[in-house]
């Protein structure tokens, strides 16, 4: 937990590597995951940099470990994943993978373009394998080809005498055209040949496959007669705009016959051809599809290694690299051990070092979190991630999260069913990750599979306080309302409603655990539930903002800044409590005081709170003002109290001094900080003037003695003299350097201090109190989801079982529990769900974390090879 609470302590460290050991170094580092590298050439290109041909080097490996994927892929070969995490090859087994990838792939290629030539053969072979049928059946139909030739031309009558052309010899072509453009095509011939030209077609029944694609393809064999050659070319021209293929058809019968013979015989031995190649595809894929999963692990960590090498400076007097990272303090001895176990693997004879930096460097902000933990992280890194060492806001949300949302989600039955839902995915998590879906919906239900089932688990709690399971309550304890009440008595009472003085038993004593179950069956039920809910609400609002103000003087005290304690933690908290905390403590006051048989002068606590700004005040009369007395005895018309009487001693006192010292927080929190800060850089920069004049008189006095020794010494020294007088005024010069640079003092922009100031005192007075209403949104979504939830069951379920039909009742039952159920789950556990899980979000966000968490680090990003072995190519 003291890891979660705050941010793990943080080191920048300078590692000094040897060339020949550097390689492994970084890669152990990398198997270890603890350290994340600076970018030591910021302006160097990344085509300038050392390592720039290995990487390119890798992405050609990349690219041809995509190709066999594609390929496996292609014939629906499936990845296997694997448990094993190989090591990062030696540089010099990157040669023997480029190798084994450059053979795979030529192959590969090779073995694709041969079948792609074998299938565009077959294709064209089975074109003509039916152009041939399809043509000897068009004859055989018509007697012979002479038949057929004499039945055209009795066909092929001139548009304008009517006579028919019996004495031109007819000629014909033959073959295929895709089947959707056969009506396009036959208009087109009709239309450009005028009508002189007989065309006839019929679908081609076997299904073809494109031989680069492997897609289907439908096509249709055709016939044209046509009498001339001018014709003739026209009917090749159209065939060549319609992507026809044309195929030589013999005239003869006999020829005809023989062809289709040979073309058969070509096709089985294509067949055969075509199936041994692709026997040959498919072992060159399986024999890489063992491996290709540790290839690309492989190829991964080498291009990553690369990539880090990349970040170093190299000393080439020394042979040596120079690193600087970030490293966890408690992981300086693994780092340690990682770098002697890499130098001893690279055979390196000289130790690599690494040296602890110190810096005033920001550094980034790391968290340890197990996979329950991360899900709430994760919530807070969306709004922001912490600050170095701020207070992590994680460890609360971790209760406070499914809390809030079971205040507005609470429900036995609804909580139930998504606490088995979350507990189903927790359960069989190890096989849906290793499915790996793409469905980004379901991954982000099973991403919060653990909120998902606290959810659920604190929705079950809160249905208990509530008294609803799917609308309707339970009565386990027995009722303290109504005495010895029962069915009969409720059926007798359908318009009833409670009234404490004379419903309540107060010998039995309230229900023992949540609500009473008879508030269901009362008229009066929406007005006793919002009082109780928006009381409720406020007070565990108003709880999380106090805690939010508290877990900021944490922050203080940490990074010691007693400044903020004083000017800023005190007058936010005397501001809420004195405000908000004292409304609670009337929420709880009017609880304990006001009984069910003290109802008469029960106060209006917003009546009151709103008259505690305006200084309004209602007495009761002469006699009971500010006095202490009973309520159970008091008589309104004797005391005069109504709900906006003061309802104890000393109240306006109180109210006033609660008021005064609420508005004296206001510029305690907006004037005293900017001030004080203003004073401490004038007396800072006092100081820093004071000093730079002692300095300037020690060097002045320095250089008159120099001068006195000028006027003293021999013209055969005044070289060696004026040298010294030269040295005397870099003295001088060097002197007021340092004392430059001794004393730095931050740029201070009085009017930007205040301004800033100015914003958080204004945001902080009013979000108090709009955060204070926000909170309300707890009683109205759980208002809304109770009434969503009756509405629903008084419609179907109440609906039905209120039905005498014999027999036939049953089924109307379970179709009414299907409609009930398909709705109970798309619109109260769905809709209102992701509702309430939206709201509590801005819950957390804004009126939490805003009181004492920034939010302006940068995450730790670790240099590691965790995530690589389920990683794919593209990423």
């Known amino acids: 937990m003291g890891a979660l609470f705050r941010s793990e302590e943080m080191n920048l460290c300078q590692i000094f590597l040897q060339s020949e050991a550097s390689y492994a170094c970084v890669s152990e580092l990398g198997e270890l995951g603890l350290v994340q590298f600076k970018d030591l050439n910021p302006d160097v290109n990344a085509f300038q940099r050392k390592f720039v041909n290995e990487i390119m080097r890798c992405d050609e490996m990349e690219r041809k470990l995509r190709y066999i994927e594609k390929e496996m892929k292609k014939d629906e070969m499936k990845i296997p994943d694997t448990i094993e995490n190989p090591k990062a090859p030696a540089p010099k087994e990157m040669i023997d993978l480029e190798a084994t990838f450059e053979k795979i792939e030529s192959e590969l290629r090779e073995v694709n373009t041969n079948a792609e030539a074998l299938r565009r053969n077959f294709l064209e072979l089975s074109e003509l394998r ?16 002479h038949s057929m030739i004499d039945d055209v031309q009795m066909a092929l009558v001139h548009e304008d005498t009517g006579i028919t052309s019996t004495t031109v010899q007819l000629g014909f072509v033959a073959g295929v055209v895709p089947r959707e453009k056969i009506p396009v095509f036959e208009r087109m011939m009709w239309f450009a040949c005028r009508g002189n030209v007989f065309l006839r077609y019929e679908d081609i029944d076997q299904v073809m496959k494109d031989p680069v694609t492997g897609d289907e393809i439908f096509k249709s064999v055709f016939i044209v007669f046509y009498q001339g050659e001018q014709l003739k070319a026209r009917v090749r021209k159209i065939c060549e705009g319609f992507k026809a293929v044309l195929y030589p058809c013999p005239e003869n019968s006999q020829e005809r016959f023989e062809m289709s013979n040979g073309v058969s015989t070509r096709l089985e031995d294509l067949r055969t051809v075509l ?35 990349n970040l170093c400076n190299f000393d080439l007097s020394h042979n040596s690299l120079i690193a600087e990272c970030w490293c966890p303090v408690m992981a300086l001895e693994d780092v340690q051990m990682a770098l002697r176990h890499g ?67 609470g429900d036995v039955g609804h909580g139930f069913i998504m606490f088995l839902f979350g507990l189903w995915m927790i359960a069989y998590e190890k096989k849906f990750l290793a499915q790996k879906s793409d469905n980004e919906v379901w991954n982000i239900f099973f991403g919060g599979r653990y909120i998902i089932a606290m959810m659920g688990l604190f929705s079950v709690y809160t249905g208990l306080i509530y008294n609803e399971v799917f609308a309707k309550s339970v009565n386990i304890f027995g009722s303290s309302w109504i005495p010895n ?48 809910k928006m009381k409720m609400s406020v007070t565990i609002g108003i709880s999380q903002m106090i805690l939010g103000v508290l877990l900021g003087l944490v922050n203080h005290v940490y990074f010691r800044k007693p400044l903020n304690i ?81 309802f104890y001693p000393n109240q306006m006192i109180i109210q006033l001094c609660l008021v005064v010292v609420a508005l004296l927080c206001v510029p ?57 007088g030269d040295g005397g005024e870099h003295n001088h010069a060097e002197m007021e350097d340092q004392s430059a640079d001794d004393v730095k003092l931050e740029e201070f922009d009085f009017s930007e201090i205040f301004i800033g100031q100015a914003i958080h005192t204004i945001e902080y007075c009013l979000g108090c109190i709009s955060h204070t209403a926000s909170y309300l949104r707890l009683w109205a979504l759980s208002l809304a989801h109770s009434q969503l939830s009756e509405v629903l069951w008084g419609m179907l379920f109440r609906f039905s079982l209120k039905m005498n039909i014999p027999y036939g009742g049953s089924v109307i039952i379970f179709v009414v529990f299907s409609v009930f159920a398909v709705l109970t789950v798309g619109v109260l556990l769905l809709m209102e769900g992701l509702s309430a899980f939206l709201h509590t979000l801005r819950l957390h966000w804004v009126e939490f974390q805003s009181k004492f968490y920034h939010g302006s680090g940068y995450n730790f990003d670790a240099f590691s090879f965790k995530n690589l072995q389920n990683a794919d190519l593209d990423e």
């Open 130 to 145: 039916e152009v041939l049928k399809k043509t000897q059946v068009f004859f055989a139909e018509h007697g012979g080809h």
């Open 275 to 309: 199936y041994q190649t692709e026997e040959h595809r498919r072992r060159v894929l399986a024999s890489a599809q063992k491996e290709i999963r540790l290839w690309v692990i492989k190829v991964k960590k080498i291009k990553a290694i690369y990539h880090t090498l």
């Open 343 to 409: 130098t001893e693997l690279s055979g390196s004879t000289v130790p690599s070092i690494l040296h602890r930096m110190n810096t005033k460097e920001t550094p980034p902000t790391y968290f340890r979190t197990n996979k329950f933990t991360a899900v709430f992280q994760s919530i807070i890194h969306a709004y922001g991630v912490a600050e170095y060492q701020e207070v992590n806001p994680a460890p609360y949300t971790v209760i406070s999260f499914p809390f809030l949302f079971a205040v507005m989600f």
């Open 485 to 532: 009440y029962d069915e009969a008595a409720l059926e007798a009472n359908t318009d009833l409603t409670l009234d404490p003085l004379t419903m309540f038993d107060n010998v039995t004593g309230p229900y023992p655990l949540g609500l009473d179950p008879i508030w269901l069956s009362s008229l009066n039920k929406i007005t006793f539930t919002n009082s109780f």
């Open 566 to 646: 004083f000017c800023q933690f005190i007058p936010e908290l005397l501001f809420l409590l004195c405000l908000f905390g004292y409304l609670v403590a009337l929420i709880f006051y009017k609880w304990v005081s006001y009984t069910n048989h003290c109802t008469q002068c029960a106060p209006s606590l917003l009546i009151h709170f709103i008259n505690m700004f305006l200084v309004k005040y209602q007495h009761a009369n002469d006699g009971y003002q500010n006095a202490s007395y009973s309520c159970e005895t008091a008589d309104p018309d004797i005391t005069g109290c109504t709900s906006q009487t003061t």
């Open 668 to 724: 305690t929190m907006l004037f005293i900080k900017p001030f004080v800060l203003r004073h401490r850089h004038n007396s800072m920069l006092k100081k820093v003037e004071g000093r730079r004049a002692g300095l300037t008189a020690v060097s002045q006095s320095a250089l008159i003695h120099n001068e006195e020794l000028d006027e003293q010494t021999v013209r055969s020294s005044e070289v060696k003299l004026s040298i010294n």
